[in-house]
């Protein structure tokens, strides 16, 4: 049984003082129900998930009490794919016909706080100032420069791109171009990396409708299908965020997995992918992670970014709504909202940010603290 | 009298003449691992034995963390007094990379494959006087 998504919605991400997170979920999950043309009763199910503003099925004291098994998920950067994949699992299952995925968050500013203990680490970890994801990214990322040549500049010219798609996605929150010099110029935050380079926490809302695919064409005239979900944690060896050690000899990590497990689910490969959204918590980790999924050999990247084919308007689109640059990181909803723009973008809805030529597929692939990743591949 | 007492017990060898970090290494399947773990992450092993690692090796990777960390950070800065320090992974052969602050926090004077040895320092003096010690990772001169 195949699966489609038939109905999206979102509530725009940035900081939004008069609605909290939940209520910014439920903005965006009628929004969802009314583009599927179906009614919140009409749900046989519903998963989601927020890291800091509370429990997902407090949705239902908004929407109402229905009975339905409504799963709150918790899986830190990927609790968005981790909802989506259960619901595809669920509907492909047989188990239930069509039901809702909803994230939502609502952060404070200023970096995340690890807590050691949730990761399985010891106090002194924190306390000596190793526990921030900040440093990982540097690290990961320096080391990447050094074996691949990926110059400063580059890291850059990502941020830029991002800023320049933020402003042409009215949901976006950050909505105005910044001049790549002041990208680099700006202050410095954990070497090689500056201010500009780095996602926000920030708020946001973002749900999604999905339906048993031989159905979809009752709710929606473009329904858009779920070819794959994947998730990946961690194998002994990645080079992984809140690891006081790392091993001698590295393999590779769990988004090189997810995306070979999610290619190898959709019988395609990633030259056929028209749009794509990769994590991009720092500009380095979108270089990365265009090698990391199979969309360039590692190195190409430069000559690739350089060359503008990650523009809109370029071989190989990535991040079309701004990405996590651009928009924030609403951890709930982050992986959310790159499957929004991908359903938008497959059905011809994505206005200026719209990639030309009638895309047919569309990626998305969120990685996030200690080491997991999600991957998903839809077709229109 | 001072008392130097380590950050944690069993991170590394303290106190001692020469201290040491201290790694697990697995009896089945060879793999070490820091701080000493109670099982293997690479086999599931749980026949470990500690072993000291390297007092030398080459700095893998690094950043400069330019802003104050907040909470669980405990180094008795403010910040005012904050400096921005170097964070690394060290290569110690045979052993592992082992992640941890460096004592030199200009990035011209940091690169890649670097030689660099583990010292041991005071890291912060608690109200009491108590000194508390951890390991740093150091350029050879
Ligand atoms: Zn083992």
Known sequence: MDVAIIGIGIHPFGRTPARSGLQQGAYAARLALKDAGVEWRDMEFAFGGSISAGNADALGNELGLTGIPFINVANGCATGGSSLMTAYNTIRSGAHDIGLVSGFDKHDRGAFNADPAAMGLEQWYGELGLMMTTQFFAMKIQRYMHDYGISENTLARVAEKAFINGSLNPNAWRRAPVPVEEIAGSMMVSNPLTKYMFCSPSEGGVALVLCRADKAKNYCAKPVYLKSAVLKSRRYGSFEVFAPSQALQQVDGPTVDASRAAFEMAGVGPGDIDVMQLQDTESGAEVMHMAENGFCEHGEQEQLIQSGATHIGGSMPINTDGGCLANGEPIGASGLRQVYENVLQLRGDAGEHQVPGNPRLGYTHVYGAPGISAVTILQR | ?141
């Not at chain 2, 293997?40 to 950043?63: F, K």
């Open chain 2, 1 to 141: 009298m001072t008392n130097r007492l380590p950050i944690a017990e069993g991170l590394f060898t303290w106190p001692a003449q020469q201290p040491a970090l201290l790694a697990s290494r697995c009896r089945a399947c060879g793999i070490a691992s820091f701080p000493v773990a109670q099982s293997c992450m690479a086999c599931s092993g749980q026949d470990v034995e500690v072993e000291e690692l390297p007092g030398r090796g080459t700095l893998w990777t690094w950043t400069i963390q330019q802003f104050m960390p907040k909470s669980p950070y405990n180094s008795g800065e403010t910040p005012e007094t904050f400096r921005p320090y170097g964070v690394g992974y060290l290569e110690l052969p045979g052993g592992v990379r082992v992640e941890g602050r460096l004592t030199e926090n200009d990035p011209a004077k940091l690169h890649v494959g670097m030689e660099m040895e583990v010292v041991f320092d005071t890291w912060r003096t608690e109200p009491n006087g108590d000194e508390i010690v951890s390991f740093f990772f150091k350029p050879v001169a």
